[in-house]
C-alpha cells in the first residue's frame, strides 16, 4: 500500500492530507464511494507535520468534519502521483492501446490484421506518446503518427445521428471527435454523419443515449 500526499489551497494557505495511493485515485475518478486520510489529520504542511488549524478548516471548508474535508480536497485538489505509479499507468494505457489496435486496425495494402508484436514495435518506433486519457480521445493522432512508420488503419463505421436540439450542447462533444460533416435544422436539432472506429461504436452508442436520454436517432451508412 502507497501513501501519497493529496493537498489543495484555499485562501492562500495550503492544506494536505495523506492518503492511499491506489484508493485516492479510484475516489478521485468515481470508482469508489468512500476516502480515509491517515489518522484522521488535515496538515497545512505534511512533510513538517503541521497540522491546519481548526479556525482555519472552518474559514476554507465551512466545516471541520475531515471526511467531507477530505473529499473535497481529493475531488478539487490534487493527488501527487509517485513515478512509479506513473510508469505503471503508462505501461496499462499501453497495453490497452496495443490490444485495441491488434483488434480493430488492419494494414491497408493487404487488408490483413497487424500483429500486438508489430504495433507494439511501431509506436516505440515513432516514439509517440500515450497519454493517461481514455482511447478515443487520442487514437486519431496514435494512427496519424504510426502511419509514418507502417501502413495503418482503423476499421470504420460510418453512421448518421440525429440530436434533437434540447440535447445539442451536451451531446456535440460526444460525436465532434468523429464528424466529418454537420447539417444544423431550423428546428436547433443537428444531423451529422461520423465516421467511428469499430471497436469504440459500443462505447459511443452508450455515452450519446446517456447523454440524450436514448432520443437521439441513428443510422448505418454503407460507402
Known amino acids: 500500500m502507497t501513501k501519497t500526499t ?18 485516492a485515485v479510484k475516489f478521485k475518478n468515481g470508482e469508489i464511494n468512500s ?20 479556525a482555519d478548516l472552518k474559514e476554507a471548508f465551512r466545516t471541520e468534519d475531515i471526511n467531507e474535508i477530505a473529499t473535497k480536497i481529493i475531488n478539487e485538489g490534487e493527488v501527487l502521483l509517485t513515478q512509479e505509479y506513473r510508469n ?17 486496425a488492419i494494414d491497408p495494402q493487404t487488408g490483413n490484421p497487424i500483429s500486438s508484436e508489430r504495433i507494439k514495435t511501431a509506436l516505440e518506433e ?20 504510426l502511419n509514418r512508420v507502417i501502413p495503418i488503419k482503423l476499421e470504420i463505421k460510418k453512421i448518421k445521428v440525429i440530436i434533437p436540439a434540447i440535447h445539442t450542447g451536451k451531446a456535440y462533444g460526444i460525436i ?14 443537428l444531423e451529422a454523419i461520423l465516421e467511428v472506429p469499430s471497436g469504440l461504436i459500443m462505447d459511443f452508442y452508450d455515452k450519446l443515449n446517456s447523454i440524450t436520454h436514448g432520443s437521439a436517432l441513428t443510422e448505418d451508412l454503407k460507402d
Open 6 to 23: 493529496a493537498r489543495i489551497k484555499r485562501l492562500g494557505k495550503t492544506f494536505e492530507i495523506i492518503v492511499d495511493l491506489d484508493n
Open 88 to 104: 505503471k499507468e503508462r505501461e496499462e494505457k499501453l497495453k490497452q492501446i496495443i490490444d485495441f489496435l491488434s483488434r480493430n
Open 176 to 189: 465532434a471527435p468523429y464528424k466529418i460533416k454537420e447539417d444544423w435544422k431550423d428546428d436547433g436539432s
Open 126 to 145: 515513432a516514439k509517440i506518446n500515450i497519454k493517461n486519457k481514455p482511447i478515443d480521445s487520442q487514437i486519431s493522432e496514435i494512427i496519424e503518427q
Open 35 to 54: 476516502i480515509e486520510c491517515e489518522g484522521d489529520i488535515v496538515f497545512s504542511d505534511a512533510k513538517k507535520g503541521f497540522k491546519a488549524s481548526p
